[in-house]
């Protein structure tokens, strides 16, 4: 039998045959305020597998569980620092992700085999409501196909998922656009970065002592190095399309594409660039949240519109813009062209 998915629009009655999907063991597409996420019961170990499979993600790159109240966390969590509840006081709910001791309620699937467990409170109402609706912790990793830029409308998911889930809630496109910052606690004041978002080490420097930004967020891990976060190894948010980063003045970017301009190319540039720009643009924002907003779907846009090369102006790795750095130096393949 061939599934097709249905796009259910968010009234009370399609969230709660959405929350009953989640509470018998079925995986389905749901908005949150960073990305969309493909969410199941994450207790249910035969619902987590088909997330992996429905993604196509490795086995061993944990899933992150959403949760809606305090009450929650402390079923799937333990020994979680002070500096926790802190910062759970001042961020959340929203785009934070904590890395805490795993309860064995959480089975070793949905954690990757890890005895660590990624724990967020989403701010967006309609993912409160679906975890609140199924009194379920939900697993739900960003509801593209593995490797493929993250999902920021209901469409999008049903670009990468039709087929494979049976319903996806629309909730509008995501606010933020980048996944959630994720951390770990070094000891009981230090904090370290482990995925960069909209929440930004200075963010962190007013609850806690240290802030360490973990050095495989801006640099290529070896082969079989060892990572904090298996996410980190991972070929991530790659359009078909060719990405590439140049730094540097708009003009010498300018200079440098020239060289291509008779190519299937599409630049992505900043807003104030786009004034008597020579070549086939999009533009992406002029503050850096304003690029987090935009950037996924214009990856997913080239790809649609078929095109074999972008070329990106790069953001500062400042405030959130080192989430969409990040981002798009993993879609580059870790090529940074500085001119
Ligand atoms: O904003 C988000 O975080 C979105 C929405 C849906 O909530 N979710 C998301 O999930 O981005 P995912 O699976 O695409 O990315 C989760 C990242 C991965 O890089 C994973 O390796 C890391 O978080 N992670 C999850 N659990 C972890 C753990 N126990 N230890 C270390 N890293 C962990
Ligand atoms: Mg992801």
Known sequence: MIMTTEILSPISENLRRAADMLKNGQVIG???ETVYGLAADACNK??????FKAKARPSDNPLIVHISNMDMLEKIAYDIPKLAYTLAE?????ALTMVLPKRDIIPD?????????GVRMPSHNIARELINLSGC????????RSGYPSPTTAMHVFNDMNGRIPAIVDGGQ???????TVISFDDEYTVRILRPGLITPDDFMKYA?????DSAILNETAPNQKVRSPGMKYKHYSPNSNVIMLTGSLDKFRQYVEKYKDEN???????????????RFMTYGSTYKEMAYNLFAKLREADELGIETVFVRTPSIEGVGLAVYNRLIRAAGFEVIEL
Not at 90 to 94: D, E, H, I, R
Not at 109 to 117: A, F, N, P, Q
């Open 174 to 180: 995501c606010s933020v656009g980048v996944e959630s």
């Open 109 to 117: 699937i949905t954690s990757g085999g890890l005895d660590t467990v």
């Open 265 to 279: 190319i599409c630049c992505l540039i900043f807003d104030n660039d786009a004034g008597e720009f020579p070549f």
């Open 90 to 94: 001042n961020l959340w709910p929203g």
């Open 30 to 32: 749901m908005p949150t």
């Open 46 to 51: 035969t619902a987590v597998e088909n997330v």
């Open 209 to 213: 002592k240290n802030v360490i930004v």
């Open 137 to 144: 912790p939900v697993a739900a990793p960003s509801a593209n």
